[in-house]
């Protein structure tokens, strides 16, 4: 991909691409550009020894031929790729993640950051946002794209060269909801923030959140370990109770608890219910376990399938309902549910999410925090055909861009042909005239007479010539000898000798000047050629006499061969 320089009267002066890049947002503000050179500087000056930074490095995926243009890119002394990309103008989310596939394919770790114009607060501060603390902001269409992902959402300020971070809450401990509208935000100055291989920029709101997260998980370990270790207590102590047929009377196992559910779920109507809806083979979304069963005391069929045709089936799109409505369908239709709400919620929410990535649900949240607000439901049918013809859309672009690949391709390669073939004849015809004057040289009376006088070619005739030397239509060698032999051999001392005299040497040998300015110089090339060997003595650039005994110098073996 070739760039060039331009210069600008409204922004600083930038490079420009000389084609269009393979990104839907071309043309790079004042901002994004003083965000990258930040963002490069700050990266040299932590790159390990061994490593380097570039702004817009290229990564080519060799399976499409598509160039991923990086904003900033860190080379790891163990040759590790670390990309940086800032985004000030709109990038769908669906753009984001093709550019970030394309990278993942050529494992190249990405860090993603928006502009700070990108983020507006949800109640104009009264001053600097820098100065506060967490401020509550709205979460932009693409930051949610990040926080799918499992990514930090991380904004750049390149003019207080801040970097800023958003979570779920002032304290910095949760990261921010995939449903959530709203966040909080943290900025920190850039040189607090460290390099990383895989993250790219770690900010200290990252770290904290990450760490607050480390704390909850260990801290979760001990208490089921603990819980462990109770229960196993308490089970040592029930088994010591038995009937008198020896059999345990104290508790109930899983199994028994999985099979008297699953006995239930059997003679219960809403089995007989779905095999109407769904025939006797049930879709995997109701028929799934899922990883939290254990909210609600019931067969997962049972419940999921109560939910499904209360709450979904059957409903026009755009009927909303909520997770208060859920759980009175479980108390109407007496399933069970365990006394702890957030286990409760969680093996619903993950059944719910279910049915949002089967198209069936919207799962909306209002808040920060990201708690479920209501759920709708969709035209599964029309959302299905209108993915599809997105994804053929895309397809078709794609499909479009690659034939326009590799008609450029074909071109390139048509063209690269046609001037190898160009470079070939003329190489030839080169060699045929070469050829020709050689032929020509063996042939004349100068070769003849030079060998009558010197019994050798001399090196002051054989002498290469100088850079003007093919301006004349003969063997260097050939008109080098028709002027010494016509105009200095056996010339008494002091005779002149001009430029003009070697020219008309030459033309009286029927030698043709190709150029005669050009000729011109190569035969004062040449004459001064003669003065350093000692053959001639100069006047001035035009005129030149012979030595004594000009003709008896015969330099065989010359120190200067090739001085030209």
């Not at 006394?339 to 799962?363: A, G, K, M």
């Not at 040289?441 to 009558?452: D, I």
Request: hydrophobic share 35%; proline share 5%.
């Amino acid at each position: 991909m070739e760039i060039t320089t331009v210069a600008s009267d409204s922004r600083r002066d930038h490079f420009r691409h000389n084609q269009p890049a393979p990104h839907p947002s071309d043309g790079e503000s004042e901002a994004h550009l003083s965000a990258k050179a930040m963002l490069a500087e700050w990266a040299s000056q932590r790159v390990p020894a061994g490593g380097s930074v570039r702004e817009e490095q290229t990564v080519k995926d060799p399976a499409t031929s598509i160039h991923r243009i990086a904003d900033v890119m860190v080379t790891w002394p163990d040759q590790r790729l670390t990309a940086f990309e800032v985004e000030y103008k709109p990038f769908t989310p669906d753009a984001w993640r093709t550019k970030q596939a394309d990278y993942d394919t050529k494992h190249v770790a990405c860090a993603w950051l928006l502009g700070h114009t990108r983020i507006k607060p949800v109640v104009e501060p009264d001053s600097d946002m820098s100065l506060l603390g967490p401020v509550k902001v709205r979460v932009p269409e693409l930051a949610r794209a990040f926080i799918d992902s499992g990514r930090h959402v991380l904004i750049v300020n390149p003019q207080t060269r801040q970097v800023g971070t958003l979570a779920a809450d002032p304290e910095f401990t949760y990261r921010v909801r995939q449903f959530a509208s709203e966040a909080y935000l943290r900025v920190d100055d850039l040189s607090v923030c460290r390099l990383d291989p895989v993250l790219g920029l770690v900010t200290p709101g990252m770290w904290a959140i990450d760490e607050a997260a480390r704390l909850r998980e260990a801290a979760a370990r001990v208490a089921e370990e603990e819980a462990l270790r109770r229960r196993q207590g308490l089970l040592a102590r029930l088994d010591q109770t038995r009937d008198p047929q020896g059999n345990r009377t104290y508790r109930r196992t899983l199994e028994e608890i999985d099979a008297d559910n699953l006995k239930r779920w059997t003679a219960s109507p809403w089995k007989a219910r779905a095999h109407e809806v769904w025939g006797i083979g049930l879709p995997a979304f109701i028929a799934d376990r899922g990883e939290r069963p254990r909210g609600v005391h019931a067969f997962p069929a049972h419940w999921h399938t109560v939910l499904f045709i209360t709450q979904v089936h059957g409903r026009p799109a755009g009927h909303t309902f909520t997770v208060k409505d859920i759980y009175a369908a479980f108390t109407q239709n007496h399933i069970r549910t365990t006394y702890d709400n957030r286990r409760l919620f969680r093996s619903v929410i993950e059944f719910l999410e279910r049915l949002q990535h089967e198209r069936h649900i919207t799962i909306h949240s209002d808040n920060a925090n990201g708690w479920v607000q209501h759920l709708t439901v969709v035209d599964r049918e029309a959302l299905l055909r209108a993915e599809a013809e997105e994804r053929a859309r895309r397809d078709r672009e794609r499909q479009g861009l690659l034939q326009q690949q590799a008609e450029q391709h074909r071109l390139r390669q048509e063209d690269e042909r046609r001037r190898d073939e160009e470079s070939r004849r003329e190489r030839e015809a080169r060699q045929k005239h070469h050829l020709a004057l050689t032929k020509r040289w063996v042939a004349s009376e100068a070769h003849r007479a030079t060998l009558l006088i010197y019994n050798t070619i001399p090196v002051h005739i054989r002498w290469e010539g100088g850079l003007y030397r093919r301006s004349i239509d003969a063997d260097p060698t050939q008109w080098h000898a028709e002027i010494f032999l016509r105009c200095i051999y056996d010339k008494p001392a002091g005779t002149v000798v001009t430029v003009a005299d070697a020219l008309t040497a030459l033309t009286v040998a029927d030698i043709n000047l190709v150029s005669p300015p050009e000729a011109t110089r190569a035969v004062e090339d040449y004459l001064y050629n003669l003065h350093q060997r000692g053959l001639l003595v100069r006047v001035d650039d035009q005129t030149f006499e012979t030595p004594p005994a000009a003709h008896e110098v015969l330099p065989v073996e010359d120190p200067q061969e090739g001085l030209w």
